[in-house]
């Protein structure tokens, strides 16, 4: 921040950036309060199992309607809440408010669902992660094995031991570990075998090139060809059209998420797709 702090500073990127630090603040002074305003909400994106392109469940994506700032994208609004540290709170709301619908659909009478979180590396390299997933399933009666975590390359590669343990103990819980954009972080091989795993995600800006990019194809064999050697589910998110949806099938994808099969919606919004199963 050199650039805007110091003087003399003649930089062309200067309002630029006095307006980010500006952002920042002000944003991070309205998210303080987000939560117990009730300005937080969850929608459920659905996610299908490739082979018969039946519903197997949704990811919960967070999304922040501020009476100042209006509808506020995760990928602002995220980062500026891990720098604030208030991802942790936030996070919580997160675990607790999918265990919550979780329990309304069981209600409803829908079955044979899972709903995936997302975790940021802060909330993991707090220990007592598993605590809180532990309170929320208990709280909502949710059988473990229908929440799934969305973990990214770079929450585990800090602090191997701690994550390790955290880990362990969400696995011990059942719910299912997902290792969410792979192939864009700092992918080491070895932490593959060192954890878990459920489930690899392929990530969307490798999806976006199929089937056309010879890039983009190889690298998509090739997490499918580890995946089913290391014995994992491999999940593909993005997905906007057919040949991309046929080429990830024809590769033995297990799953499928994208606008192509259905955008992230409110709960009573997704529940359309639960028709699928009852059909
Ligand atoms: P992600 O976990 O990789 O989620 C996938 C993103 O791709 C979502 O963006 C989703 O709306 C979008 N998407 C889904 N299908 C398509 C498609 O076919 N085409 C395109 N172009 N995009 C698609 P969204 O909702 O804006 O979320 C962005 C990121 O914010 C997420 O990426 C995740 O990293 C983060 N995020 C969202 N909710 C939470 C949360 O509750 N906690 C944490 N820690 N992070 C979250
Ligand atoms: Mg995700
Ligand atoms: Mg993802
Ligand atoms: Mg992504």
Redo the contacts with the bound molecule.
């Keep these: 921040r050199g650039k805007v702090l110091g003087r003399n500073c003649v930089c062309p990127f200067q309002t630029e950036d006095m307006q980010d630090i500006e952002d920042r603040t002000v944003m991070g002074g309205l998210l303080r309060e987000a939560v117990q305003a009730g300005e937080l909400m969850?929608?459920y994106?659905p996610q299908f199992s490739a082979s018969d392109m039946r519903l197997s469940g949704f990811?919960?994506?967070?999304?922040w309607s501020s009476p100042l700032l209006g509808d506020v994208?995760?990928?602002r609004f995220?980062p500026i809440a891990?720098g604030l540290g208030l991802?942790r709170e936030?996070?919580d709301w997160?675990i607790r408010e999918a265990c919550r619908q979780i329990r309304l659909w069981l209600d409803a009478g829908y079955t044979g669902f899972t709903i995936a979180?997302?975790?940021?590396p802060q909330?993991l390299r707090r220990a007592g992660l598993h605590r809180a997933v532990a309170d929320a399933l208990q709280e909502f009666r949710v059988p473990g094995h229908m929440l799934e975590i969305?973990l990214?390359e770079s929450s585990v590669l800090e602090n191997l031991v701690r994550v390790k343990d955290e880990l362990r103990r969400l696995k011990a819980l059942g719910t299912l570990l997902t290792l969410?954009?792979f192939g864009t972080g700092h992918s080491s091989l070895a932490y593959l075998k060192h954890f878990a795993w459920d489930k690899l995600?392929i990530?969307?800006s490798f999806v976006?090139g199929l089937p056309h990019s010879v890039l983009d194809a190889s690298v998509s064999r090739a997490i499918l060809t580890l995946g089913r050697d290391l014995g994992l589910r491999v999940a593909a998110?993005?997905?906007?059209t057919t040949s991309q949806a046929d080429f990830l099938r024809d590769l033995g994808c297990d799953e499928l998420?994208?606008?192509?099969m259905g955008?992230?919606a409110p709960a009573d919004a997704a529940q359309v797709h639960f028709k699928a199963i009852r059909a």
Excluded: H, W
Excluded at 257 to 260: D, E, K, S
């Design positions: 969850l929608q994106q990811e919960s994506l967070l999304r994208a995760p990928d995220i891990e991802i936030i996070g997160v979180v997302n975790v940021s909330q969305e990214t969410d954009d995600k990530d969307q976006r998110e993005g997905v906007e998420q994208g606008y192509l955008q992230p």
